[in-house]
């Protein structure tokens, strides 16, 4: 007699969820057979054989401001989905990151006697501590990437696992950049900056102007000098090939990518990273950065009064001090971030010690993610918690 098969219900929000999510629908595919997954996600998880309910797109906003413009529409999704789960319960709920629409799904589908897991922590370490408690209400398990958020979930009485993070096992531990330039057709002399705007149209919009001009005031000292800007979507490709002509910068040597960040950071020299994933991804691949963000004045107000820590680029944080510089807001002026990508590729001294301390970081976040985050998931698909 075959056995019926599970559904397992998931939410992503954005790129790196979609990422994080892809991989362990593979994981657990391995591990449960006739496995159904549904919901929301991207063009990974559906090519791993999720049945998408909504588009990924429409969660994909970022800022007080900018959630309000789509309040209605993102409130209106979550009030359906929620219905769908309720009417037909799936064997597992798993929240993939997006903790502002999954925890409040999660809460109700929990109320229903529905299991429940979030996969990616909030970062209640970094703002917003006071959430832990909503947070045990809503999960039945959190699963954390980072080895200091578990200690924090076990004094609060939630159930934990730490699973490291899964672009420590997918990045090599040793990128081979005099490789990877001879694939792009880069000299193994050129000066290359990989310039990293951010995955969201918003973010994109905020920081292109600056990162043009910032490539326009590097050219001046350094005429050879070449930029990779990887973008993920032709929508984000199209704010900065517009920005580029406002800005008349169209014969600048800036060369836009569909996707292909980390091969852009490996061959680069320095990196310019909006903060966010992309900051860890840089780390893991050993390249000095400079950390840069930029949102409307009124958000970023906001997010400041909440905030504990004095950093907010994950190599910064993961470290417990400052290693590479973060200019953010009012100070990521092109001038400021020219001069620090300069000063800081220049510097070989503080390039060795960065590797050193991003090799160390790589070590202890490579954990098998996908397969540890599978075996924790198991006992909740089965039945035995």
Known sequence: MSQPIK????????????????????????????????????????AAGMEIFFPMEKLAVNGYVEVLRHFREIVGIRSKLRAQLI????????????????????????????????????????????????IKRAVSRILALFPFEAPLYEKAGVPVTYVGHPLA????????????????RISRQAMVFA?????????????????????????????????LVPLVSRETRIIFENMQWQLEAQDLPITLLFGHAHDAMIAADGVLVASGTATLEAALLKRPMVITYKMPGFTYWLSKRKQYLPYVGLPNILAGKFVVPELLQEDATPENLAQALLNLVADKMAVAELEEIFSDMHIKLRQDTAHKAAKAILPYLNGDK
């Open 7 to 46: 559904t397992i219900a998931m939410v992503a929000g954005e790129a790196s969820g979609d990422l994080l999510g892809s991989h362990l629908i593979e994981a657990l595919r391995e591990v449960v057979h006739g496995v159904h997954f549904i919901g929301i996600g991207g063009p990974k998880m559906q």
């Open 195 to 227: 310039f990293l705007p951010g995955s969201r149209q918003s973010e994109v919009r905020q920081l292109a102007a600056t990162y043009i001009e910032t490539a326009k005031l590097i050219l001046l000292k350094h005429p050879e000098a070449q930029f």
């Open 169 to 184: 096992d997918m990045l090599p531990e040793v990128p081979n950049r005099t490789a990877m330039r001879e694939q792009m």
């Open 87 to 134: 009417s037909n319960p799936p064997d597992l709920f798993i929240g993939v990151d997006a903790p502002d629409f999954n925890l409040d799904l999660e809460l109700a589908l929990k109320k229903h006697g529905i299991s429940t897991v979030h996969y990616v922590s909030p970062s209640i370490w970094a703002w917003r501590g006071g959430r832990i408690h909503k």
